[in-house]
């Protein structure tokens, strides 16, 4: 059985991606530095389930620490590194890019550092679809541009994807960039649009919308995210491939299905869309199919109801999280 360095261990798609490794009978050293991004309750919650589990090792540190992550060879040797911690969201980073800089690309290349001392044949990078810009083609294939950064989130993306194609160059890593779309799911980000909705209609909150809700989005069940991510672990030399779903919904219609599945009517506020906000995403995910053999499998029918359900038998707590 292998042994998987998997940072953001608490976060929502590390963590699901630690279990499914565990599942299959790995080891996991997990990081994270358990920061207040959003309410920490929701990665103790998540932190919890994994830390039941004898194969699952935690450390808590903060990967652009560089001692702290160099500390980390000496945890070695890994079958894999998972660089998925982050600070993540487009408009946060506007706010207070330093923390984006420092996260996501002196992290990656903290990462990168300890996949090399180790001996490390594997990397694995979250990067995400915010880094194609504003109009790309839609589906939007990897080799659309993503020259041009539009806020401080992509190009902190921009240069991690950049650091990891160098350290294959050099050290000859083998390395997988995943570009995310819009992952959903259980125990979902409490500043993501399908977390706030399940919370805002089911406790009759204002149920706020950038722009008039005609926008839409490739939405990705987290469970498929986590499953290609492992299947990215095979060898491709220097890979960049998209991770994302099927189905498009706007967010009208996925207020509809949510206001269904809770039985409460939402009290909805149309706001002024935000200039970061893109009108349209979806992903092509012809390489992942072809190269990993990745199919999106969970529907929007089906995984709408689980985030929702979670939702509701979690209540008595995930209805005091706050959403930022
Ligand atoms: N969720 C999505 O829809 C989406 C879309 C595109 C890309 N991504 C990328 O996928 C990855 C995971 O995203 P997520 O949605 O699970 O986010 P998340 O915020 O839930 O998870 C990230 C985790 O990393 C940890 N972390 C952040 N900074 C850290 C640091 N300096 N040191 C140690 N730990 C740190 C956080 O505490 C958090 O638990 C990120 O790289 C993100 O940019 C996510």
Redesign the pocket.
């Known amino acids: 059985m292998s042994r998987y360095l998997v940072?953001?261990?608490?976060?929502?798609?590390?963590s699901r991606v630690s279990q499914f490794l565990m599942d299959a009978g790995h080891t996991v050293v997990g990081?994270?530095?358990?920061?207040d991004?959003?309410d920490v309750r929701m990665?103790d919650y998540r932190l919890q389930r994994l830390q039941k589990q004898e194969l699952f090792n935690f450390v808590k540190?903060?990967?652009?620490d560089k001692d702290a992550a160099l500390a980390l060879v000496d945890k070695g040797p890994y079958d894999g590194v998972i660089n998925?911690?982050?600070?993540?969201g487009v408009r946060q980073s506007v706010e207070n890019p330093w923390v984006y800089v420092?996260?996501?690309v002196n992290?990656t290349l903290n990462m990168l550092e300890v996949a090399v001392r180790t001996g490390t044949k594997k990397f694995i990078l979250?990067?995400?679809?915010?880094i194609y810009g504003s109009n790309p083609p839609i589906p939007t294939p990897e080799t659309a541009s993503s020259d041009y950064p539009l806020q401080p989130?992509s190009a902190t993306?921009k240069g991690a994807e950049a650091l990891c194609h160098s350290y294959h160059y050099l050290h000859n890593l083998d390395v997988t960039i995943f570009?995310?779309?819009?992952?959903?799911g259980p125990a979902a980000?409490p500043d993501?649009v399908m977390f706030r909705f399940c919370q805002w209609i089911a406790e009759g909150r204002e149920v706020r919308v950038n722009g008039d809700g005609t926008q839409s989005r490739g939405f990705t069940y987290l469970d498929d995210i986590a499953r290609g991510t492992i299947l990215g672990l095979k060898p491709v030399g220097y890979e960049v491939i998209n991770l994302g779903g099927h189905q498009v919904i706007t967010i009208n219609d996925l207020i509809h299905k949510v206001e269904d599945l809770v039985g409460k009517k939402a009290n909805v506020i149309y706001q002024d869309r935000h200039p970061a906000d893109v009108m349209e995403n979806s992903a092509n995910v012809d390489k992942a199919r072809s190269m990993l053999g990745w199919e999106p499998q969970v529907s929007l029918e089906e995984g709408i109801p689980n985030l929702v359900n979670w939702y509701l038998s979690e209540r008595s707590w995930v209805s005091q999280i706050l959403t930022p």
């Open positions: 940072t953001g261990a608490a976060g929502f798609i590390a990081v994270d530095n358990l920061n991004a959003y990665k540190m903060d990967i652009s998925l911690a982050a600070r993540a420092n996260t996501n992290g979250a990067s995400t679809s915010s989130y993306k570009r995310y779309f819009t992952v959903y980000r993501m």
